[in-house]
């Protein structure tokens, strides 16, 4: 079992930043890929970051050069600081990861970006 705690949403400004975090309730972020979703109003739940169980990152191309992922393993915790943030960017963020051949997801964080 492995609980996945996300924070750090909030109001902001387009243009702004934030940054969220996801702490793991054990040391899984240097072993295993850890993933940040991104879910609008009304969407499913979109891929927006990777950090890879090596270190190394992945983005799609909607927020690449915006987002940026990394973890601290000493702290169990993944990070993801989001700048120059559209009003689309607004939802829920989740942090997910694949363990032992199960799926866990924290509860979310809202992000809500205003024009």
């Known amino acids: 079992q492995v609980q996945l705690v996300e924070s750090g949403g909030g109001f902001v400004q387009a243009g702004g930043s934030l940054r969220l975090s996801c702490v793991a309730s054990?040391?899984?972020?240097?072993?295993?890929?850890m993933y940040w979703y991104h879910q609008a109003p009304g969407s499913r739940r979109e891929l927006v970051a990777t950090?890879?169980?090596?270190?190394?990152?992945s983005y799609p191309d909607s927020v690449k050069g915006r987002f940026t992922a990394s973890r601290d393993s000493a702290k169990n915790t993944v990070y993801l600081q989001m700048d120059d943030l559209k009003t689309e960017d607004t939802g829920v963020y989740y942090c997910?990861?694949?363990?032992?051949?199960?799926?866990?997801w924290g509860q979310g964080t809202q992000v809500t970006v205003s024009s």
């Open positions: 950090v890879h169980a090596t270190g190394r990152t």
């Open positions: 997910n990861a694949c363990v032992g051949g199960s799926q866990y």
């Open positions: 054990r040391n899984i972020t240097s072993t295993r890929n």
